[in-house]
């Protein structure tokens, strides 16, 4: 049981009274889909406070239904950049994007493994009219043209944030022109996170919603990034699948159609994104008007969202297969085979265990059990190796990013402990 006390162990020194940060000094607030894939780690020792994570979390949700990528429950100098730069808030200061919407699909499964019944039914109960509304901005003021494909205005917002599938759409947004200082290199070392030029770009988009009063309608004409991100889609595709049922049980009343409508509207959209060169689905640039031609771990996450057809579903399993083995530690972020790999950079190679996980569900959705085990047992060799990181190099295992993390060990309580696997799907 050592590793499991060490992952408890983890949660409960970034517990800071009700949410629970990334990991101490180098991400010291709370990040949406850090925070939902931390409730399911919480989940298995602690159901109140997993349930209060979900609370405190739609508490900072925007009066449009916009849940923010992070919330800033506090001052700290540990960060940069924090709410003074962002400028934005309902309630809590928080950013002004938001990230990966995976919240329903968490909150589904706390539901279907809590012990303590009435507790998860009154949350899920006071959560759903929130997660409605959640999905509905995502659909609405993401998707204005309702072309069934949801577009994405920041990197950040992608939680991948300097995929190079993102690099060329990036290199088209002007750098920022005041001076900064990073935090995040007082933390890493910066062979592991993102180059200057990149984040002065991030920067330069932070301040264009403040200067556009953080209205979707100019962000969505005027915004010089915006991408269709495969991993959003698909997260979101499942994730409204899970509201729905969650709905038809217990949230008697709710209005659902746009929800139902941005469904299927997904559902027959997303096959323009298909690559048959590749195997997989592209990310899309919006602006440019063309497919991005890099293969990461966003372009195979449709099996999660049951978007793939048979056919489809049978060539991804194939490139999974073949991606998982060209590095010995899970699915690299990026396939090692592209010219823009780096095994330790963010997010431009290194294995990130939540990924995983999301690509080992869909594997077994379709089928693909025991593909699916190789991708777990894979990611388990990077934690046994060094710990609980913020991701892994793909090449070698050694943790990379922040140390003591919250979602590594979250992901290692629900779905790595070979006891809790069968029942984590
Ligand atoms: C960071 O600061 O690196 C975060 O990923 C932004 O969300």
Redo the contacts with the bound molecule.
Sequence with gaps: MAWQDDAARILLANDRDGHTVPTDGL?PFQ?SWDSAITALGWLTFDEARAWREGAVMFDGQWENGMLP??LFHGDSST?FPGPDVWGGGHRIPSSAISQPPVWATTIRKMYEAAKDRSLAEASVRTLLPMLVDYHDWWYRERDPEETGLVRSFHP?ES?M?NSPAWDEPLARVPPVEWEYQRR?LGHVDSSER?HKPEYDRFLYLVDFYKKNDFDPERIYKDCPYRVIDVGIVSILHRASQDLLALCGELGGGLDVAGIEAGLEGTAEAIHSLWSESDSCFLNYDDIADEPLKVRTTATILPLFGGLATAEQANRMAETIDEWLRASAFGVASTHPAEASYEPQRYWRGPVWPHINWMISLGLEKYGFDELAEDVRIATKKCIDKTGFWEYYDADSGKGCGGDEFSWPAAVALHWLDDESASCAS
Excluded: F
Aim: proline content about 10%; glycine content about 10%; hydrophobic content about 30%.
């Design positions: 991400y990040w990528h992070i960060y950040w939680g944030d995040d993102p």
